[in-house]
């Protein structure tokens, strides 16, 4: 357990589902961030939050809409997605403040779209 | 731009091999470098870090120094084993982007026994 927590960790939805994905760490972190693993791509940036404040929209399409209630919670509401939408969405945070200790990382939702 | 350029994979070593995994980067400032490790199933976890020139990261037998003159953080183990199987990243950040983390496509490692 590495103090940041996704759930759920595997998502099967159709294209015309909405569902949420879940982040929540406790670590004192002040920044949150959405990266989207896909099969033989680099890591790509989706959404930053920093002090609660969204600062980046990587040029995500609509579908894809964050939500950071406090510093300890992110979500990732999803809705009217598409197959080539199925990666390994990763939450991240850190401390913004301070030495550079670098992101922790939740493990991962695996999300499948049918 | 900043960037991360990673040695292509899939590697595959013998048990107790020698490991290398080459990591070049771009950046405009004095970033910090970092490898991050991802297990099967796993999200990605910090394995080492080095925040200024000539710095050596280590940890669980892994090794890589920041040389700033050659613009490189590779990746080194003297001796892997097959718990070492996993995808490396190499990446950077850098204060004047907010520190923003730019990543490598990582490179699969498979350790076979």
């Known amino acids: 357990e590495t103090g940041v927590t996704q759930t759920p960790r595997h998502l099967v939805m159709g294209m015309t589902n909405k569902k949420s994905l879940k982040c929540e760490q406790h670590?004192?972190?002040?920044?949150m961030y959405w990266y989207k693993q896909s099969a033989k791509k680099p890591l790509e940036l989706m959404f930053v939050y920093n002090f609660k404040e969204q600062t980046e929209n990587n040029s995500v399409p609509s579908r894809f809409s964050p939500e950071c209630p406090n510093s300890s919670h992110l979500f990732l509401h999803l809705h009217t997605l598409q197959p080539e939408d199925s990666a390994l969405y990763l939450c991240?945070?850190?401390?913004?403040?301070?030495?550079?200790?670098?992101?922790?990382f939740g493990s991962g939702t695996r999300l499948t779209v049918v | 731009g900043n960037s991360v350029t990673q040695m292509e994979g899939p590697v595959t070593l013998s048990e107790e091999a020698f490991l290398t995994i080459n990591c070049t980067y771009t950046?405009?400032?004095?970033?910090?470098l970092f490898w991050y490790v991802q297990y099967p199933g796993e999200g990605l976890q910090l394995l080492l870090k080095?925040?200024?020139?000539?710095d050596k990261g280590s940890n669980k037998g892994f090794e890589a120094t920041y040389r700033k003159e050659t613009t490189s953080f590779h990746l080194e183990k003297g001796s892997v084993q097959v718990s070492d199987s996993a995808v490396y990243f190499c990446a950077l950040s850098l204060p004047i982007t907010g520190n923003q983390f730019y990543f490598g496509t990582g490179t699969s490692l498979t350790v076979i026994p």
């Open positions: 670590l004192g972190h002040n920044a």
């Open positions: 991240a945070s850190r401390l913004l403040t301070g030495p550079n200790y670098g992101y922790t």
């Open positions: 950046a405009t400032g004095y970033p910090s």
């Open positions: 080095a925040t200024k020139a000539d």
